[in-house]
């Protein structure tokens, strides 16, 4: 409070210095001394001036000889001598009397100015200032406290706070009015209190009035309202309490987080470490596989990723990609190149790529590359990226090629084998004509001999001759037209090699049709003795068959098993195995007729064909359906004569 207050105060003490007590001890009474100093000529100028004058009467009366001496020698005349004695005291008097109010006079105008000032003063402060006496009636009051009571101020004056103040709050003022007139101390207080329908706070400061005798003759007070200040410490106080609530919660909100973070940290360290040796795994696979390995990023059109074999196969720098990301395209076949590119933009569309084309390496070579893309999505399903492999098929499509033109000529072979059982059906056929013609001719040769018969009646018969002969000539042409030479070539063959090689044909067909293939080959197996083209016929008519038996089989797993064994010492066995929808009892003995078939476009001849081929190697096939699922189809085939077994251990 204080500081302002006291300021206030010590103007007042300096402009009333003999009412008020020193500004270093306000409550304190004047000092005996300065009091007497202030009063040396008295406040009464008649009562002293009688006193003079009566004094001085007496004197005169009594018969001063000094005096009366001093006024003879003068030279008044002797009878005025008593009479100018009492003049001169008389005279001496009013001029006593005439100083003596002149002071009085003086000190009270001096007084009123002071108190002029102090009401001047008391106005120009903006906080209320009061004096009242000891009855509690305001002596003084400035126009601040006339507006907090709402009165004008001179209806203030001679009122008390009962008059002023609502009931509630007057007598507490008035009480401590009378607590410092009864203690002679200083009360600093705090009062809220609802005036004029407003709620105000004032921080008030009250001292004893004294007169110039010390004596406490009322109150002088000083009130600032502090509402403002009161309420701007509320906010700050409530606005703390909001932030230290906010802080509370922010910080537990932090710990939380900090929480949280902590095991994401945790988690996410873990993840690294988890990333880190899959990355390490993915590289050492990527670095090591065959294929290209990539990845492509669909946004940064460009590739993340390129294996090393992409310099084994391109033949081209991976850092190449760095300036030219479409390095490989550069590459492709000039022939391929427009599809490709075509393929390229798709698969930024569609995520997915499965194209085979050509590259042509820097040194000329041409290669056949097989690039199949697949989409990679993010938690969202989005695909960002595209991952992919590209292999080198160029022993493949070789492969491929050849055995293109192997089964061009497994076709033409075919077709010699299916002379070749055509003739022996078509030659039972054959006997019918010529069983016909043997008998018409008969009957005419009985006939003529006889002679008993017209020779024109012989007519019909030998008509029906000719047409038996045309008929049977027609079937030797047709026969014809199937029949290719072909000299059958017996050699020593590895039966195992060969069916590797039928597997490898067959390769790209096995794949489309998703079938597992299991060799179950036994090693070594003895050589046989055949014409290996006519083998791989009929190996390749069973394979097909059974490719196509599991054709239909749904979701079952498809597994073809191709198995050898030494059957005897002169014999090897080999067994085609499927998991197809085999076939039913009835079926078994017809299997190998020619033309029987199941399947809507079917011939009917390869198992008949396969029969032909293995016997006339000096082997025999026949069918077994499987206990669980599908059909085996084996054949036999003789040992090579001079092969050589190995020696049985002892
Ligand atoms: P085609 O292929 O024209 O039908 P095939 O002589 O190859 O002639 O076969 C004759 C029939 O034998 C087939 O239609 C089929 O019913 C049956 N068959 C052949 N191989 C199998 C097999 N692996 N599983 C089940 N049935 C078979």
Redesign the pocket.
Known sequence: MAHLDKVALRSIFRLRPRALPAPEDPVAPPSESRRKRLHRFGAYPVLITSIYIGGGLLWVLGGDPLLSAWLAEAGPPPVLGPLANILVVAASGGLLYRLLRFHVRTAHRAHLAQDMRLAEFIEMITDVAFIKDREGRYLLINSAGARLVGRPLTECLGQDDRALFPAEIAPKLMQADRRIIASGHLLGSEDTFDIRGERRTFQSTKWPYRDADGRIVGVIGIARDITARKQAEEQSWRARDAMETRVRERTAELVAANRTLERSIAARVQTEIALRDSEERFRQLAEHIREVFWVYDIAQERLLYVSPAYEEIWGRAVQNFQERPLDWLEAVHPNDRARIQAAHTAKLELGRLDEEYRIVRPDGAVRWIWDRGFPIRDAAGYVYRIAGLAEDITARKLADDQLRRQQVELAKMSRLSLAVELASNLAHELNQPLAAIVAYTQACLTLLREDATDPRELTGTLEEVVNQGLRAGGIIRHLRGLVQRHPAAQTEIDLNALLRAVIHYAQLELRQADITVRLELTEPLPAILADDIQIQLAVL??M???I??MQGSGNEPRELLLRTAPLDTGTVLATVR?T????SPE?TER??QPF????PG???????VSRSLIESQGGRVW?TPNPDR??S?HFTLPVYTHYRWPSTPA
């Open positions: 008519y069973l097909r068959n059974a196509e038996a499927d197809g929808h085999g076939f079926a299997l190998f029987f078939t199941t399947k079917g011939m009917g001849l390869g198992l008949s069918a599908g059909a189809f």
